[in-house]
């Protein structure tokens, strides 16, 4: 178990250099971010001091490794934008409203799904599974930022039942929670039922069965943990893709979190706040994979011991 | 276990009386291709301490009799629509279904064909005894319920069960996890053991060692088994009776040497015909039965086995024939059999 964690770990850090190598040379190839910063009637003098002082006229390995020296320590340079701050301040200005958006949406998904999904395999082909792949189907096949503004449009314009936008009370969480959260609801919930519907065709359970143990056993205990495998895996690309996939959700509602920060880093060319958001969710996506390759091993026993 | 150089010994017997006793049981499939009939209307009934055999080709309905027998023929696809199945004097078919689970595995348990995938794998062996044990002996603390897992592996032949218990599937050979299935399907002392085809994928040494234990077992607790095979060999090992399947009904049924000595059906007799036998080793092509079953869902109305048979005439095609039994109590669906033996059940068309 304790090699398993660490030859994860191992891999772990693989994967983040190779990240930083992306992320460090996708800033650059977007242009020089003085041609957007700077005035235009800025001379040559000025665009000269400004790229020495910012270490822009180096060479790129010297910039590189610079870049990930000050990276390990959390240190991704002053925005260009916003003046006085830190990039990393700035994410973790704007990450509690993007942990609690994606925390309620995910929360939903995982409380709605996974009984849904299972009872749906459960009671395959009635009015339950009908509503559940139906709900499936509108969450995979709407768009969601489509979704948000008609459920703006719906629920907070024409009933008036919810706020049109920014963060607030639990009431400014819904509809976003919602648009955000649908998609993840379908997948998860599709994944559910069809890996529980293979695990309900096993031998095994035929025999929790044969031994006469009560059906909530045969389900939730013996059929469920062994179903949890397929799911848990896009689990991980969930929860990092509701703090990401957000971009578009934040934009609509003015949500003030990181999707929108990073959507106006980017137009501002902000390079230290780009890098910041993106190192920042990256090692979120590594770290939450480490933990489901540590949680497979916890469910089944056979990558434990391998 | 006995090894080669010991001379095994076959347990003594004791045969009591009836246990379980199916009548006319009838469980068909609804799917959107018709109904099919996998279990036709049975009659057979088990002793206490007996092996009864059930043997038949792939597809003949065997399985799907030994599910029906727990009621859990898979829904909502099966049903069974008649029959009775009367163990210790009680309907089974007529007891509510949250009833049932008391009768799983302590008076009716099954050992499933294939150990590989009958084990769970995320959960230790001595987790999946212990859970069931528990409801088996309701109130008793885990310590005595481990106990009571580590003595019934030891019976099954598990080596050093008390280290065992906390293995994994995945970690145990294919005879061991048969044995651990085995042990599981006897913790609940149960009066009837169906073994729907327990050694088919186990290697053929480790099988002959698996039948001994199940004697064993057998001679130990009295349970009468219901023995579910293609395999004619493993039925003269373990059986006393045995009846033959064909197309969802038994068409010969009688004791072991009686069916095996004088086989009655035809079926029964191209069966014995296709297994290869040290006496005929210069034979250079095994006999096989031409043709293929009928399809269940679309039975002729007389004999099932007519098209195969070389002996069927116009009259195994109008009406499927009568049973009739000889003084020993030997039984077979054949028309060939009238005027010979007495006929006990009328036929049907």
Not at chain 2, 145 to 150: D, Q, S, T
Request: one cysteine or more.
């Amino acid at each position: 178990m304790q090699r398993y964690i660490l030859i994860r770990l191992i891999q772990s850090v693989f994967t983040l250099i190779g990240v930083s190598i992306i992320v460090f040379s996708l800033a650059r190839l977007s242009g020089n971010p003085l041609d957007v910063l700077l005035p235009d009637e800025a001379d040559d003098e000025t665009f000269e001091r400004i790229s020495e002082l910012w270490g822009l006229n180096d060479p790129w390995y010297i910039q590189y490794f610079t870049f990930v020296k000050n990276a390990s320590r959390g240190e991704f340079g002053p925005s260009f934008k916003w003046q006085g701050r830190t990039a990393m301040e700035l994410v973790f200005l704007h990450l509690p409203a993007t942990l609690q958006l994606a925390g309620f949406s995910i929360l939903v998904s995982v409380v709605l799904a996974v009984p849904i999904g299972v009872m749906s395999a459960v009671k395959k082909g009635t009015l339950l599974d009908t509503v559940g792949k139906l709900i499936a189907l509108l969450g995979q096949s709407l768009p969601s930022f489509w979704l948000a503004i008609v459920m703006i449009w719906i629920f907070a314009v024409k009933l008036g039942w919810f706020p049109t936008s920014g963060r607030g009370g639990f009431d400014h969480m819904i509809l976003p929670g919602i648009a955000l959260g649908w998609f993840s609801v379908a997948s998860f919930m599709r994944l559910t039922r069809s890996s529980m519907l293979n695990v309900l065709d096993s031998e095994y359970i035929k025999l929790a069965r044969i031994k006469g143990l009560p059906e909530w056993k045969v389900i939730w205990k013996h059929g469920l943990k062994n179903a949890a495998i397929p799911p848990l895996t896009v689990f991980g690309a969930i929860v990092v893709g509701q703090m990401t996939g957000s971009v578009t959700i934040e934009t609509v509602f003015a949500w003030p979190g990181i999707g929108l920060l990073a959507l106006q880093a980017v137009n501002a060319r902000d390079y230290q706040v780009i890098q910041a958001v993106t190192m920042f969710i990256s090692v979120l996506f590594i770290g939450m994979n480490l933990l489901i390759d540590i949680l497979y091993a916890y469910i089944d026993p056979r990558v434990r011991f391998t | 276990m006995t090894t080669s150089s010991e001379v095994y010994k076959e347990p003594e017997k004791k045969i009591g009386n009836v246990v379980l006793e199916v009548r006319d049981l009838r469980t068909y499939l609804y799917t959107k291709w018709g109904v099919t009939k996998a279990v036709d209307g049975l009659n057979f009934e088990v002793r206490e301490g007996e092996t009864l055999g059930i043997v038949g080709e792939s597809g003949c309905g065997k399985s799907m009799t030994a599910l029906s027998m727990l009621r859990l023929a898979p829904k909502p696809a099966a049903r069974t629509v008649s029959g009775q199945i009367i163990l210790d004097g009680e309907d089974i078919l007529q007891r509510p279904e949250p009833e049932m689970r008391f009768i799983r595995g302590q008076k009716i348990s099954m050992i499933l064909q294939d150990p590989m995938t009958s084990l769970n794998p995320v959960y230790s062996i001595g987790n999946q005894m212990v859970e069931a044990l528990g409801m088996y002996y309701q109130g008793e603390d885990n310590k005595g319920l481990k106990g009571r897992a580590v003595d019934i592996l030891r019976k099954m032949g598990v080596a050093a069960p008390e280290r065992r218990i906390i293995d994994y599937p995945h970690q145990m050979s294919g005879g061991m996890k048969q044995r651990v299935v085995g042990a599981m399907a006897i913790s609940g002392t149960p009066r009837v053991l169906i073994c729907d085809e327990p050694t088919t994928a186990l290697d053929v040494t480790i099988q002959a060692q698996y039948l001994r234990l199940l004697k064993q077992v057998q001679a130990d607790t009295g349970v009468s088994i219901i023995f579910i095979t293609h395999d004619m060999g493993v039925v003269a090992k373990m059986c006393d009776r045995v009846a033959v399947m064909y197309a969802g009904k038994i068409v010969e049924q009688g004791e072991l040497r009686s069916v095996f000595n004088n086989p009655s059906h035809p079926y029964t007799k191209a069966l014995m015909a296709s297994v290869p036998s040290m006496e005929h080793a210069h034979v250079e092509k095994l006999y096989s039965i031409e043709g293929q079953p009928p399809a269940l869902f679309d039975l002729p109305v007389g004999c099932r086995f007519a098209n195969r048979c070389e002996f069927a005439d116009a009259k195994c095609l109008e009406a499927y024939p009568p049973m009739f039994q000889d003084e020993d109590g030997h039984t077979a669906d054949c028309w060939r059999l009238e005027g010979q033996w007495k006929k006990v059940a009328e036929a049907t068309t």
